[in-house]
């Protein structure tokens, strides 16, 4: 009777303190850098992510920057330009190490997955250098795995067709368990997005408007944050932020502001920096219509 007694006492007190640490995930005016593939980069324009992370705790006032670069790699093969990809993975971290962020949301996986179970220890390898590169900023981690393929968005109905995406499948499933594992040894959240079946893309692999509510809320749920409805206003500011934000660190001239051009307009780099104020007006309209929403 002691030990029953005992049992109901603690068993709440438990629940209550599981719950403490997952809503304690967040804290005060924690600076998220999201960094990753198409799937990060696409969230940007979407918003869901974002608004459903801001309305679940607007009391923290957290910011986003997102870096998403489309078909992206640990090794930032996407980054280089008119450089290697070495010249653009050193201008992520340089960029990443200005913005000075305390959590991390990293999406990777897709693109490698295509290189089958061979190049698994490569990209392992790699990705545990990008954490190590990362470790100065002593910032939280969240693990994204990549997303699985659905046959029913495919854009060619075959059987052929149909054994690619499970080959796909299967090969998600392995890079998935790997980057579970390095979540795992760097004290990182990991949030398992390899789901079968969603009917949350629009061309079998890239998430839609649903799939990234959908997504959204899957993330949200593991970083302990309650379920909201998503105000179209804050939505529609977030979209808007990120974009300025966008051409703050990536301008269509590029090239000429900061690449092997620079020589003809690097003087009007000077400018970039003019997106800062407008980008923390807008947070700041944000932050108060999420204290008002909740």
């Not at 918003?47 to 078909?71: C, D, I, M, V, Y």
């Not at 789901?195 to 970083?223: C, F, M, V």
């Not at 780099?269 to 309209?285: G, R, Y």
């Amino acid at each position: 009777m002691k030990f029953q007694a005992l049992l109901v006492f603690a068993l709440p007190c438990l629940l209550l303190n599981t719950t403490v640490q997952a809503d304690d995930f967040f804290q005060n005016a924690d600076r998220v850098v999201l960094l990753g593939n198409t799937l990060i980069e696409r969230e940007q324009e979407y918003g869901h992510w974002e608004t459903l992370l801001t309305q679940g705790a607007p009391e923290k006032k957290l910011t986003f920057r997102n870096l998403g670069w489309s078909a992206d790699t640990v090794w930032a093969e996407s980054r280089g330009m008119f450089d290697p990809p070495a010249k653009g993975y050193q201008r992520m971290l340089e960029l990443i190490l200005e913005l000075k962020p305390t959590v991390i949301v990293l999406g990777y996986g897709n693109v490698e997955a295509f290189d089958g179970a061979e190049r698994l220890p490569a990209f392992e390898q790699q990705y545990r250098k990008l954490l190590a590169d990362l470790k100065p900023l002593n910032a939280r981690y969240v693990f994204l795995s990549p997303v699985k393929m659905e046959f029913a968005t495919f854009p060619r109905q075959t059987p052929e067709a149909k054994k690619f995406v499970a080959d796909y499948n299967a090969m998600i499933d392995v890079y998935s368990n790997a980057i579970q594992s390095l979540a795992d040894q760097h004290g990182g959240k990991f949030v398992d997005l390899a789901l079968p079946d969603q009917d949350w893309t629009e061309n079998s692999i890239h998430l839609d408007a649903a799939g990234y509510e959908k997504s959204g809320r899957i993330l949200a749920s593991a970083l302990g944050l309650p379920e909201t409805e998503i105000t179209p206003e804050i939505q529609s500011l977030i979209q808007k932020k990120n974009k300025l934000f966008f051409h703050r660190w990536r301008p269509q001239n590029f090239t000429y502001l900061f690449g092997f051009r620079k020589h003809e307009q690097g003087q009007n780099a000077k400018e970039i920096a003019e997106f800062d104020p407008l980008v923390a007006e807008l947070e700041a309209k944000i932050h108060e219509l999420a204290s008002k929403a909740k």
